[in-house]
């Protein structure tokens, strides 16, 4: 940790067991950056305390010169976050759970950054199978960000609107940061921290120049791919993938409870996992 977060740790740990000792809090969580190590000079801390009966009404407060936000929580909201992590249901046929844990995708975030306080010092909150858990749904988040960027990307560079391409290019290359960072069992912290996270060697920027053969989409697909396989890996066979006419032409992977899926905007085209290596197969060579 650099300077930055080692006093906000000390600061976090004071105003922990001040809390504790009162009685305000049964369990004092710390959450987000800071409890991965990452802080600058300006940052808060995130602190939750977790709270039996009518949920009090703190307020920030500052100490030794830095914000500590304070929340209260109820067990039974805790409770309800971690049921998520429990099971992956997404299918094709019936989303409304992904619609659910989608729309609770931050504050699965910082219960699974999160850390109790006691005996002096800071301990994961979930066990290992609720942050796989958490990887899970992470990984899916991103993957349908990605595939929603793809879609507005590919109408944009058909029509030739290079400067909005432009800015979804630099969304994309984010969410493709944050997608591995998930696949590598990470929290998806924000996007100032995922460098950090990442530790991946540089990688050219998404540069749609070849629009006759879209060859330039190919390293998109590729690491949409390799993140989605390492979390449900593939053991079958290779097998001749769908046809596609132009494989590379916006097509991204998915992967729900009921299969992997071939998407380009609303089209969805059930494939196996032998059909999924083919279709990785054609993307990785060179030319159209």
Sequence with gaps: MNPSARLRREIADRVAQALLAS??????WLEGALACGFAHAASDIDLRGIVDGA????????VDGVRVDLQAQAPQRAEELRHLLRSFDVRRDDLGSFRRVRASMHDLMCLRTALSYGSRRWNPVLDPEERQGYRRWAVADQAEVAASL?????????????EPADVVCRKLETCL???????????VLGDKWLPLLAGAPF??????????TWEWFRPVQRRVTSALLDCWPVDDPLQKPPNLNA????????????GWFLRRGDVH????????????STVSTDGA
Excluded at 269 to 280: D, V
């Design 23 to 28: 009685g305000e809090a049964r369990e004092v």
């Design 55 to 62: 949920l009090p009404a703190w307020e920030s407060r500052i």
């Design 150 to 162: 793809a879609e507005d990307l590919t109408g944009l560079v058909e029509d030739g609107l290079a």
């Design 177 to 187: 940061t944050a997608l591995e960072c998930a696949a590598a069992g990470h929290p």
């Design 203 to 212: 990688r050219p920027p998404i540069d749609p120049a070849r629009t006759e």
């Design 247 to 258: 494989p590379d032409a916006g097509w991204l992977p998915q992967r729900y409870a009921d």
């Design 269 to 280: 085209i059930p494939i196996t996992g032998g059909q999924l290596l083919g279709w990785l």
